[in-house]
């Protein structure tokens, strides 16, 4: 579930796509790559409590393992163009791809605590730096007119990833334990890696835009606090989330195939609500921003209230999976029409948004839950999701998040985006 910046640039650059052969076995390397990723990202979710209890720690600091990721890769994202310099680009994404790898195995043979989070920060490295060449990346390997159908090759990778991972994890988990789950997804990067290194043809370095226009984009109208909404929403959600699997065995109590069989709803649920979030997104970008938080806080009430029935927790996660998985896609769709000019710059900002969003989420939900038990944590959620939907509703009407943009600007960025 970590969110993508890619859509955010499909609304420039257009022009610079490839119009040589297209290179679509080096996009589907791509979605690969992206698939383990995330599922490297988020696997600690649906691994939390063996790895607690493996590591001889609290759920609470086992959760920490999300927030060394996120904290990495929102530093990366800010760093990595400044970083990589004039390095092919093609060099630079085999070696995030290379540490993707590295990260599983440490992960998967760590003695510790310590070396387990030397290798979430490597994952995270890889994911900050992934996403955020991804975009410009797909834009050179396929013509302009096949752009689109490229950005949606790589966001599948996350989707399908958001679907199975969770489940899967956990299952394999139960048979190999957390470890041997873990390192059951490391051939699969190495086949990206291998499959990337095939595929991917020589990409030298372009000009970036400097970081101040970031700073620039923050100074628009309504635009800080759209950002500002964007954070709550993720610290919200990942208050939640990270410690759904001790909540679903400690409240719910839940145990082997029910656990992945109620990951497995959740995971369906949010590929059912990002294939469908597009008929819901209209002119009142802002009304739909702070409704999909406004939802969450409820299931989030409703799961601490009536987390017990297992019945009534499938159906509450359900609407969870549905919005949670979605909403990002909303808030990608308003980065285009709040930079509908500089859409690389917001998306960048966007990324680093969420991952503070969800560095903030763990490690506040962590504390939360060691104190207080999953109850409590799950309250504390709706109230971020609450704040979230009300500062969303600052944000204004289309004329205002378009930044005074013309309203064939705003109806082109909103047509790239998913």
């Known amino acids: 579930m970590s969110g993508s910046p890619e859509v955010s640039t499909a609304s420039i650059g257009i022009t610079e796509a490839s119009e040589g052969k297209p290179a679509w076995g080096a996009v589907?390397?791509?979605?690969?790559?992206?698939?383990?990723?995330?599922s490297f990202e988020f696997m600690p979710v649906s691994l939390l409590s063996p790895i607690a209890k493996d590591l001889r720690l609290t759920e609470g600091q086992a959760g920490q393992a999300i927030s060394a990721c996120a904290l990495a890769a929102l530093v990366t994202s800010l760093a990595v163009s400044k970083v990589i310099g004039g390095i092919d680009r093609r060099r630079v994404l085999l070696f995030q791809t290379t540490l993707m790898i590295l990260s599983g195995a440490i992960v998967a043979f760590a003695p510790n605590f310590p070396v387990m989070l030397v290798g979430r920060v490597l994952v995270g490295v890889a994911l900050g730096g992934f996403w955020s060449l991804s975009a410009a990346t797909?834009?050179?390997l396929v013509p302009a007119r096949s752009v689109p159908k490229a950005l949606a090759v790589v966001n599948a990778g996350p989707?399908?990833?958001?679907?199975?991972?969770?489940?899967?994890?956990?299952f394999i988990g139960g048979l190999l334990?957390?470890?041997?789950?873990?390192?059951s997804f490391i051939p699969l990067a190495v086949a990206a890696l291998a499959w990337m290194a095939i595929s991917l043809?020589?990409?030298?370095?372009r000009r970036h835009k400097d970081a101040g226009s970031m700073i620039d984009l923050l100074r628009k109208p309504g635009v800080a606090h759209g950002y500002l909404g964007g954070l709550l929403f993720f610290a919200g959600t990942f208050w939640l989330f990270t410690y759904l699997r001790p909540f679903l065995e400690q409240v719910t109590h839940v145990r082997g195939a029910?656990?992945?069989?109620?990951?497995?709803?959740?995971?369906?649920?949010?590929?059912?609500?990002?294939?469908?979030?597009?008929?819901?997104?209209?002119?009142?970008?802002?009304?739909?921003?702070?409704?999909?938080?406004?939802?969450l806080a409820v299931v989030a009430i409703g799961l601490a209230t009536y987390g017990h029935s297992l019945l009534a927790t499938g159906a509450l996660l359900a609407i969870w999976g549905l919005v949670s998985t979605a909403a990002p896609v909303?808030?990608?769709?308003w980065v285009t029409r709040a930079?509908?000019?500089?859409?690389?710059?917001?998306?960048?900002?966007?990324?680093?948004?969420?991952?503070?969003?969800?560095?903030?989420?763990?490690?506040?939900?962590?504390?939360?839950?060691?104190?207080?038990?999953?109850?409590?944590?799950?309250?504390?959620?709706?109230?971020?999701?609450?704040?979230?939907?009300?500062v969303a509703l600052t944000i204004g009407g289309r004329a205002k998040v378009c930044g005074g943009a013309r309203n064939d600007v705003c109806t082109s960025a909103r047509a790239v985006a998913p």
């Open 339 to 390: 930079a509908p000019n500089n859409a690389e710059a917001g998306g960048g900002l966007m990324v680093a948004v969420a991952q503070i969003g969800i560095c903030v989420g763990a490690g506040g939900g962590g504390v939360l839950f060691d104190g207080y038990g999953p109850v409590a944590t799950f309250i504390g959620s709706a109230v971020l999701l609450v704040v979230a939907a009300l």
């Open 330 to 333: 909303v808030w990608w769709t």
């Open 138 to 140: 797909a834009m050179r």
């Open 201 to 205: 043809p020589s990409l030298p370095a």
């Open 177 to 183: 334990g957390w470890r041997g789950a873990f390192f």
């Open 28 to 38: 589907y390397a791509m979605a690969l790559c992206s698939f383990g990723l995330v």
């Open 258 to 295: 029910q656990l992945s069989g109620v990951l497995l709803i959740v995971g369906i649920a949010g590929f059912v609500g990002t294939s469908l979030i597009g008929r819901a997104i209209g002119e009142r970008l802002h009304l739909t921003l702070a409704a999909l938080p406004g939802i």
């Open 159 to 170: 989707a399908l990833a958001s679907t199975i991972a969770a489940p899967l994890g956990s």
